[in-house]
């Protein structure tokens, strides 16, 4: 994750054709439905002649906003009611947001923070992890997180090169998904990836947030650790640059970040910071110095939620 986010008021979603400022799965549903002009029996009974089984009790709840799909046959319901109504494709998945946590390791897991309280981009981020379906949030335990952010001759973001080992929660957990931001908006591609391969990528790029899933080569046992690499950059001119931080929802063990600097482009000033929570303004922790190769550089154990970064001045 790049700088720090900076407030930008959104709109609601738009729902399906006929349904005007939708902001809800259930009221997107609700109006699907009435304009088809379908029963929940008939819905039903459409669903099952496609060998999707659910309950009458079910579609109710989702329609009056009671509860709302989220496991993988429910979600396939969903997309299924999207062509029997015939609404467009992920008009109403998109409104699901992602999964509520679930299980013990996310209720658990002490100090854990929701994106709304690290980031202030983060209805942005909770609805493109809704369209990936981030279904293994809070299932994996950050071990170490070591990233290489690199700044160009033009004092642009050139690279931010990431390495993560991980710790399964539970069994089962097969892909980490990756995000950056930066607040000019400028999306970076995804360069390379290791030990994982590149699944779905979404991106807002009006809030310059990119999410990327990473699927690993098979499910993890509990308690088992993986590594995965990956690489955000440009193919052409980044944006400017004067700081980089990483969002952390849960404490993680360690976290090492190198920035390091062109020559021609070497900042005034570096400076540790640190920030709790996006009610509480950003603190400087402590002055870097550079290195003889142009590196500043921070190295935490014991990371607690929040924002850790560093940020820089320049002449």
């Known amino acids: 994750m790049a700088p720090p986010a900076r407030s930008v008021s959104r709109t609601a979603p738009p729902g399906p054709p006929g349904v005007p400022d939708a902001a809800s799965f259930d009221a997107a549903l609700r109006a699907a439905i009435r304009a088809r002009g379908l029963s929940l029996e008939r819905l039903h009974a459409r669903l099952a002649g496609r060998g999707i089984r659910v309950s009458l009790a079910s579609l109710s709840n989702w329609q009056r906003?009671?509860?709302?799909?989220?496991?993988?046959?429910?979600?396939?319901?969903?997309?299924?009611?999207?062509?029997?109504?015939?609404v467009?494709?992920?008009?109403l998945v998109s409104l699901l947001g992602p999964p509520r946590p679930?299980?013990?390791?996310?209720?658990?897991?002490?100090?854990a923070l929701p994106y709304r309280d690290i980031c202030e981009v983060h209805g942005s981020v909770d609805r493109l992890l809704g369209q990936i379906e981030n279904r293994d949030d809070g299932r994996l335990?950050?071990?170490?997180?070591?990233?290489r952010f690199t700044?160009?001759?033009?004092?642009?973001?050139?690279?931010?090169?990431?390495r993560l080992v991980l710790r399964a929660r539970a069994g089962g957990v097969d892909r980490h998904v990756a995000l950056h931001h930066n607040q000019e908006g400028v999306l970076p591609g995804l360069q390379r990836v290791a030990y994982c391969r590149p699944g779905r990528v979404r991106t807002d790029p009006d809030e310059g947030v990119t999410a990327a899933e990473l699927l690993?080569?098979?499910?993890l046992e509990r308690g088992e650790t993986y590594v995965v690499e990956y690489e955000f950059?440009?193919?052409?001119?980044?944006?400017?640059s004067d700081s980089y931080s990483r969002w952390f929802r849960f404490p993680a063990h360690e976290y090492l970040l190198q920035v390091h600097f062109d020559p021609a482009a070497?900042?005034?000033?570096?400076?540790?910071?640190?920030?709790?929570?996006?009610?509480?303004?950003p603190a400087d922790v402590a002055e870097l110095r550079l290195t003889g190769r142009h590196m500043a550089h921070i190295a935490e154990q014991n990371v607690k939620p929040g924002v850790h970064g560093i940020r820089w001045e320049w002449d």
Do not use: D, K, M
Request: with cysteine.
């Open 151 to 162: 700044v160009g001759p033009g004092r642009e973001e050139r690279t931010v090169r990431t």
């Open 233 to 240: 950059g440009y193919s052409e001119g980044g944006p400017p």
């Open 102 to 111: 679930r299980g013990r390791w996310v209720r658990h897991v002490p100090g």
């Open 88 to 91: 467009p494709a992920e008009s």
């Open 266 to 281: 070497l900042p005034a000033r570096c400076h540790r910071y640190r920030q709790p929570n996006v009610s509480t303004p």
């Open 65 to 86: 906003g009671r509860c709302r799909p989220e496991r993988s046959n429910s979600l396939h319901a969903v997309r299924a009611l999207e062509e029997i109504l015939g």
């Open 141 to 147: 335990e950050w071990v170490s997180c070591h990233e």
């Open 216 to 219: 690993f080569e098979r499910p």
